[in-house]
């Protein structure tokens, strides 16, 4: 892969780590829209509001010690090479895919692009192609990180998909109102109904077809029918719920032992001391073949927590003076082989 087009990718990708800690026109209803374009095969759904995260007390809270000066200008680096501000520009992201492998899943990002600079950019993979669907144009590209041939599709001005070829053909298709999705699958609904339509994050795992070999030895895990976990932004706290849906109420009393378990352990840890404190407002409940377990949590809790996790982060996080790009190291401002930009990647 060219460089400026394998670092585009990459920057795609980590769109979604982004997301994970809250960060960010014209935004999607909510998960349903995004259900809808996932193909009907995949087995794991996740969704991240950052339009809704970016407003949060929370978010707002933690942007001085989320923004130091090496993450800022990272940023501004990024928003020079592909015209998207990660902070302000990308409003929803979801991904969908299989549990057991690992390259056949697709994002789906809403946000404001500069859609000629970032196709540019692809355009100089070794591997380019242009493939005219009645949804619109797909690009293919090579992912040198992982040896296969992705795709990239816009299906409107504001939602990019980008991954496995095939997954991203099925989403434009489903756009257009052709083939299946996970919108149809009835556990998929049940979910979504249960979280409301305005989370601000979920992820719901349905049971895989071919269980990963590391987990073919819990039967615990075997006898689960799905997983659903949610996050609820409040003005003054945050709610969050996991949901564990059993093949029996034996097996759903077993998740509720290792649930409060888990419960305990937290509350007697001393790595992160706010986190005992927050392990202490959480609840395990049984209900049929169904176990939950909830947590109201004080923002101001919430966010003395993920400082501390942060700073520890930090602490342990090696100072390499620059970021390795196929094999070798890429320092400040520099791109090997290409027109330096104005800040390591």
């Known amino acids: 892969m060219g460089n400026r087009s394998g670092i585009a990718v990459g920057i795609m990708a980590c769109v979604v780590g982004l997301a994970l800690f809250g960060l960010g026109g014209a935004v999607a209803a909510g998960p349903a829209d995004f259900v809808k374009l996932a193909p009907a095969e995949h087995e794991v759904f996740i969704y991240c509001d950052i339009a ?19 993450t800022s200008t990272r940023l501004a680096a990024v928003e020079q090479f592909i015209g998207v501000n990660l902070l302000n520009d990308i409003d929803i992201v979801a991904a969908s895919g299989k549990i057991a492998q690992q390259n056949d899943g697709c994002l789906y990002i809403n946000g404001r692009w500069d859609r000629q600079r970032i196709e540019g950019l692809f355009a100089q993979n070794p591997a380019y192609a242009e493939v005219n669907k009645p949804g619109g144009k797909i690009i293919r590209f090579r992912d040198d990180r992982k040896g296969t041939i992705n795709s ?18 099925a989403a434009q298709a489903a756009s257009t109102g052709q083939g299946k999705t996970l919108a149809e699958n009835p556990t998929i609904k049940a979910h979504l109904a249960q979280c409301g339509a305005n989370p601000a994050a979920l992820v719901v795992a349905l049971r895989p077809q071919a269980m990963p070999p590391n987990l073919t030895s819990v039967p615990t895990i075997q006898n689960l029918q799905s997983v659903l976990l949610y996050l609820l932004d409040g003005a003054d706290a945050l709610t969050v719920v996991a949901r564990v849906q059993a093949d029996s109420p034996q097996i759903a009393a077993k998740w509720l032992d290792i649930a ?8 007697i840890q001393n790595k992160v001391p ?16 169904a176990v939950e377990v909830k947590a109201q949590i004080k923002v101001a809790d919430a966010g003395d927590v993920l400082r501390q996790r942060i700073a520890q982060d930090r602490a342990q996080r090696p100072n390499l003076g620059g970021v390795r790009v196929r094999g070798g190291a890429l320092g400040p401002g520099q791109v090997p082989g290409e027109k330096p930009v104005p800040a390591q990647w």
């Open 52 to 70: 809704q995260m970016r407003k949060s007390k929370l978010f707002n809270d933690l942007k001085p010690t989320i923004f130091d000066q090496d």
């Open 260 to 267: 409060r378990g888990a419960i305990a352990v937290g509350q």
């Open 152 to 169: 990239l599709t816009f299906l409107n001005n504001n939602l990019a998909v980008i991954g496995d070829s095939s997954a991203v053909e």
């Open 274 to 289: 706010k986190l005992a404190e927050v392990a202490g407002q959480m609840t395990a409940a049984l209900s049929g073949n």
